[in-house]
């Protein structure tokens, strides 16, 4: 089981141990079964890796953040403004979306990567209300269709009004994506072991000359 490691990506196997794989692989006829010994095409290898990257850049925490009511704070507050009650709906939630885009709402980044309707504002509005007038921190509570609910993070301890709490905020790194990316990686690197501790490549047997 002697390893080579000085061209990973060509063997990882000795001369010697190649040389009876190939042996074995040439002698062993599978019952008639013929296994070829070619490289994994350049563009299926490509789309795998594209796939990996693509999966967890849709996934990231900063990208992938839930909304939360914090987001659709400025939105409420303008739901009842003059200029918007006699507005149609579509109108309306337009007209809402560009004052507060134009304003430079520190939540912009979320607000256009969660849009809603005017429905969707009117469900949730007393929720945010009843919130605000206990004093919540909106940032702490995740929109859930209809619903406005604690959500479900648990992050660092912090002092809230005297007391010391965890802080409900999605981190912008939790531990699911750490175990994601080790579990990938190990799944890459077992993958890739498994195939260089075969003959390489450039071996192609002719199975005893019978097909």
Same mark, same amino acid.
């Given at each position: 089981m002697a390893w080579?490691?000085? /061209?990973?990506?060509h063997t990882m196997t000795s001369e010697d141990q190649n040389?009876?794989?190939?042996?074995?692989?040439?002698?062993?006829?599978?019952?008639?079964?013929?296994?070829?010994? /070619?490289r994994l095409p350049q563009p299926v290898l490509g789309l795998l890796v594209?796939?990996?990257?693509?999966?967890?850049?849709?996934?990231?925490?900063?990208?992938?953040?839930?909304?939360?009511?914090?987001?659709?704070?400025?939105?409420?507050?303008?739901?009842?403004s003059p200029e918007v009650k006699d507005l149609p709906d579509d109108k309306a939630m337009?007209?809402?979306?560009?004052?507060?885009?134009?304003?430079?709402?520190?939540?912009?980044?979320?607000q256009e990567r969660h849009?809603?309707?005017?429905?969707?504002?009117?469900?949730?509005?007393d929720q945010v209300v009843e919130l605000q007038k206990q004093g919540a921190r909106l940032d702490e509570y995740t929109i859930v269709g209809n619903k406005v609910v604690i959500? /479900?993070?648990?992050? /660092?301890?912090?002092?809230?009004?005297?007391t010391t709490r965890r802080e409900r905020v999605q981190p912008w790194w939790d531990k699911g994506y750490t175990i994601d990316i080790?579990?990938?990686?190990?799944?890459?690197v077992a993958v890739m072991i498994a195939?260089?501790?075969?003959?390489?490549?450039?071996?192609k047997p002719d199975h005893g000359k019978h097909h």
């Open positions: 080579k490691l000085d /061209n990973p990506l040389q009876k794989a190939v042996e074995l692989w040439e002698a062993e006829s599978l019952g008639g079964i013929t296994e070829d010994n /070619n594209l796939t990996i990257i693509t999966a967890f850049l849709i996934t990231f925490p900063l990208w992938g953040q839930r909304p939360h009511a914090a987001m659709y704070e400025e939105y409420i507050q303008l739901m009842d337009q007209f809402i979306v560009d004052k507060v885009k134009a304003s430079n709402s520190k939540w912009s980044a979320l849009p809603l309707e005017m429905d969707d504002l009117r469900m949730i509005k959500a /479900n993070f648990e992050g /660092n301890f912090i002092d809230d009004k005297g080790v579990f990938i990686l190990v799944f890459c195939v260089k501790r075969l003959p390489p490549f450039t071996f």
